[in-house]
């Protein structure tokens, strides 16, 4: 199997809707927030991630199977957003109660989980500068053959480029591979309905290596 690794456009629009909806297809949140069967769901979470591809100061990277045909080349994906995006304004956490969120959708548990995530972001980070990994998803069948860790080091290496700590949420199938990379736990956040946590976790950066002489 080979596999590039390119930044993503607003032309992989549709691929990476698919990657997210193939990814996150087991997990318990997604399942209620997104139904994979409204339409309407998909849409929306096409219009996010259609909105990062156009963000100046978030990054997608994307691996590549070139020997797929159209969408289906797109087999992983992290969306990284930079240090040189602005602090979240105070409103941000408001999103989600804003959101006009499809029949079929649970809005109230929407509500809640994207509330928290934003407002402990900004709780956790404030204004300190920092690379955000705010997604990170493998096809299913792709899972296990080291590109989470690829896309994951990518952003890691321009953190420590720039000396500034790495920040994410991790759901409890990508916690492992985060501890597996230096990230550590701040706090977690446990969504009873579901018995599901979410753990939100840093990096501080990593010295370069000192020059030879
Ligand atoms: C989590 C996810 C991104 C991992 O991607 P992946 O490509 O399968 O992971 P990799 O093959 O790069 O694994 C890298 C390392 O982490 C370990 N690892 C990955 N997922 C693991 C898990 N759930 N439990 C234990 N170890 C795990 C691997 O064993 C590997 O270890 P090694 O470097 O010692 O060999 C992928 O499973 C996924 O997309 N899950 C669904 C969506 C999701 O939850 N994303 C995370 C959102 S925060």
Known sequence: MSIQFREGTE???????????????????????FPANSKQSQANVREWLGAGLKDPHSRYMLAINDSLPGDDAVVALAKWVAPSAPPKAPEAADWPSKTDWPEGADAALGV????????????????RPHWYLELLAVRK?????????????????????????AYLQASPAGAPLYRKCGFEDIESYHVSRVDYT???MKRQPRPKPAASL
Request: proline share 0%.
């Open 112 to 127: 809640e989980f994207f509330g928290t995530l934003e407002k402990k972001h900004k709780e956790h980070m404030g204004a």
């Open 11 to 33: 032309a992989d629009a549709g691929a990476v809707t698919s990657v997210f909806t193939d990814s996150f297809s087991d997990d318990a949140i997604n399942q209620r927030v």
């Open 141 to 165: 069948s792709y899972h296990g053959k080291g590109l989470g860790k690829q896309l994951l080091n990518w952003g890691l290496e321009r953190a420590d480029q720039d000396g500034v700590e």
């Open 198 to 200: 979410e753990i939100f």
